[in-house]
């Protein structure tokens, strides 16, 4: 007997088998050589409508009206094939059907095997319009978008982050992600993988590397991918070129830092000119005052100098020491009450600078010959024949020698008084330095101020005077002190160009900041 001989027939009147077919979830339908029904089980039923009275006998092209090619020659199980189906309600179904031919005495038969995939091919259609449009998503999508595997390689790219990193998709498929980065963002992304392991989302910057070499900031947004058994699978990111964000936050803060500076340096000018003004008021008014006391003061003084002499000349043969050391006393104080308000009137006066080029050497050695040095104090002259400063010689002087006469008075027990200069960038300093007993720290803060004197004589108007006559010539008087070990005072003047030389200058008074 042949292989196909040996099947079973399908007539055959064991129950078991018909139980089987008739209880089976999918459409068993038997059909003859011919073409014809011989066999309709319940999910047949189901599947087409139709009872098997209504079936049996019937051609299988009603059902299958489509057909199927039958390969007699070929395999006689495992043929699989898609076709529509005709309901009886006149509808159509997408079937899966699959056929084997069995042989028997009675002669050759064909099983189909028929299941109901209407609705899954509804779900794979669904499933596919949802794919699409998902992809067409994530191609479209103006932000990068990549998705690497649980070694950081990229399986996924879509077009906005190949222009991102200068790569076509076919290139960035299968490169890790670190290739992209340099040492220190292959650090960072360690560990944020190792977060995102642990299953946290993230979000973090770092500078990435495009084709080119040309760096870019970028963004990241990233989430781990879980398989079936929630272990780390991957990563997918939002990846967001910020590089001109980045940029312009940078100038955002330098143009905001720079506009605090701008405000703070602007605040400290306002405080000033209002610190200004109120003092030029108060000079003002002193100035008045001292109009008032010169008028007020130098009549008497005059008179009483005008006694003095006198009776210095008319009777000096009758006066004896004494009388004429109390005269002595007189004469001199008189002199000390009208320097004092020959400096009040000089301090709160307008000051006007006739400027002219000078040596800083002659300059010094005018000022020293007005000035007696004590036998005991060594002047040391260092200035440079070549240094030349523009000022008012005749206020120079003064400045010079009030600051010289200091440096003596600050020196009892003998010294050393060292004169320098030297040009420093745009400026040129001249350096007072002395060995005498210093400024106690309290006053140094505050001299150079009127009414501020380390002598128990004098109202302290001389470095007032001295600082108001540098910053009039748009220099500086800076004072450095320590006790027991001397003075040194420091003229800066500007080194003016041609066009910011002016013939005339008006300036107010300002305080002396020493430096300490």
């Known amino acids: 007997m042949s292989k196909r001989e040996d099947k079973p027939a399908i007539d055959g009147r064991d129950e078991f088998y018909h139980f089987i077919l008739d209880f089976a979830s999918d459409a068993i339908i038997p059909v003859d050589i011919s073409g014809k029904i011989i066999y309709w089980n319940r999910a047949a039923e189901k599947i087409f409508g139709y009872t098997a ?201 330098e143009y905001s830092q720079k506009l605090e500076i701008l405000v703070e340096k602007r605040t400290k000018q306002l405080k000033d000119a209002q610190e200004q003004l109120l003092k030029s008021q108060r000079l003002a008014a002193i100035g008045e005052l001292a109009g008032m006391v010169a008028h007020d003061l130098r009549n008497p ?31 001199d104080n008189i002199a000390y009450a009208n320097k004092i308000v020959s400096d009040l009137q000089e301090y709160s006066k307008e000051m006007r600078l006739e400027l002219k080029e000078t040596s800083v050497k002659t300059l010094l050695r005018e000022s020293l010959s007005s000035v007696r040095i004590p036998d005991k104090i060594k002047v040391i002259d260092k200035t440079v024949g070549s240094h030349k400063i523009e000022v008012d010689v005749a206020k120079m002087k003064r400045v010079f020698t009030n600051i010289i006469k200091n440096a003596v008075d600050a020196m009892p027990e003998g010294g050393k008084l060292e004169i320098k200069s030297r040009k420093k960038q745009a400026c040129m300093e001249i350096i007072f330095k002395d060995t005498g007993i210093g400024i106690p720290e309290d006053i140094l803060a505050k001299i150079g101020k009127p009414l501020i004197t380390t002598k128990a004589k004098g109202m302290g108007f001389g470095l007032a005077i001295c600082n108001r006559i540098m910053e009039a010539h748009k220099g500086k008087l800076s004072i450095q002190s320590e006790v027991g070990k001397g003075t040194t005072v420091k003229l800066t003047f500007p080194i003016m160009k041609k066009e910011e030389k002016v013939k005339f200058l008006t300036v107010e008074a300002k305080s002396v900041t020493p430096e300490r």
């Open 53 to 253: 009275l209504e079936m049996i006998g019937q051609p299988v092209k009603k059902i299958l009206p489509t057909g199927f090619k039958i390969d007699t020659e070929k395999a006689h199980f495992g043929r699989h094939f898609e076709t529509v189906g005709i309901r009886k309600d006149g509808g159509e179904i997408q079937l899966e059907c699959s056929y084997s031919i069995w042989d028997t005495k009675q002669g050759t038969f064909l099983t189909i095997v028929a299941r109901d995939i209407t609705e899954r091919k509804k779900l794979q259609k669904e499933l596919e319009k949802t794919t699409n449009w998902l992809r067409a998503i994530l191609e479209n999508a103006n932000e990068g978008i990549i998705v690497t595997d649980e070694y950081d390689n990229i399986t996924f790219s879509n077009n906005a982050f190949g222009e991102i990193v200068g790569y076509k998709r076919n290139e960035l498929l299968g490169l890790n992600f670190a290739t992209l980065l340099d040492q220190d963002g292959r650090k960072k992304v360690s560990k944020e993988i190792a977060l995102r392991m642990k299953g946290k989302t993230n979000r973090y910057t770092l500078p990435i590397y495009r084709k080119t070499g040309e760096m870019r900031i970028i963004q990241v947004s990233a989430s781990p991918l879980l398989d079936e058994n929630g272990k780390y699978s991957g990563s997918i990111a939002v990846i967001s070129d910020i590089t001109e964000l980045e940029q312009m936050r940078q100038k955002l803060q």
């Open 301 to 331: 003084l005059m008179g009483m100098a005008g006694a003095v002499y006198y009776l210095k000349t008319k009777s000096a043969s009758k006066l004896d020491d004494t009388e004429k050391r109390m005269l002595k006393i007189i004469e």
